[in-house]
Every structure is written in structure tokens, then in C-alpha cells.
């Protein structure tokens, strides 16, 4: 049986957020595909949201997320900020 994979997403309102939330990703050790080509994680721009706010998905398992969510919290804590995340399981 294969561990449950979650959605979510990261909304970024500026761009320091973008460059905090790829930080977090890269200290949490993703990487933007995994094995079999599927994405981990990808980012859509302003104009691929019909101008709603810029956004990453994401689509990992819950240890996945668990790292992230200890990176988000510590890019924010070294003065991060600007963006939102929720997970949709």
C-alpha cells in the first residue's frame, strides 16, 4: 500500500515571498519532480491564474509536508513572510 499523498497549495503576494517559499523548499530537500516524473511542487505565475495571486501547488507526502512546514516556519522566523499555505488532503 502506498503512503497518501496531499495537495496544497502556498499563496505568494510579493516577491521576497517567492524567493522565502523556494528557500523553504530547498531546506526541506524537494525537488520540483520526483522519480517518476510527477510533480512535488510548481509554481504558477499571476497570468496563469487569470490574475488571482501567484501560487505554488504542491503534491507530497505527509513527511514531505511536515519538512516544509518546519522550513516555512523558519524562513519566517528569519523575517519571511507574505504568503499563505494549506494543505487539502
Same mark, same amino acid.
Not at 507530497?60 to 523575517?79: F, N, P, Q, Y
Given at each position: 500500500?502506498?503512503?497518501r /499523498?496531499?495537495?496544497?497549495? /502556498? ?5 521576497q515571498?517567492?524567493s522565502d517559499?523556494v528557500?523553504?523548499f530547498?531546506?526541506? =530537500?524537494w525537488k520540483?519532480?520526483?522519480?517518476? =516524473? $510527477? ?5 504558477? +505565475?499571476r $497570468? ?12 507530497a507526502?505527509?513527511e514531505e ?5 518546519k522550513a516555512? #516556519?523558519?524562513? +519566517?522566523?528569519?523575517g519571511? =513572510? =507574505?504568503? #499563505?499555505?494549506?494543505?487539502?488532503g
Amino acid at each position: 500500500m502506498s503512503e497518501r /499523498i496531499y495537495d496544497g497549495v /502556498i499563496f505568494v503576494y510579493d516577491r521576497q515571498a517567492r524567493s522565502d517559499v523556494v528557500e523553504a523548499f530547498r531546506r526541506a =530537500g524537494w525537488k520540483p519532480r520526483n522519480e517518476s =516524473g $510527477s510533480f512535488r511542487y510548481q509554481y504558477l +505565475s499571476r $497570468s496563469e491564474c487569470s490574475g488571482e495571486t501567484p501560487r505554488y501547488l504542491t503534491h507530497a507526502t505527509m513527511e514531505e509536508v511536515d519538512r516544509l512546514a518546519k522550513a516555512l #516556519e523558519e524562513v +519566517s522566523r528569519e523575517g519571511g =513572510g =507574505g504568503y #499563505e499555505s494549506y494543505l487539502t488532503g
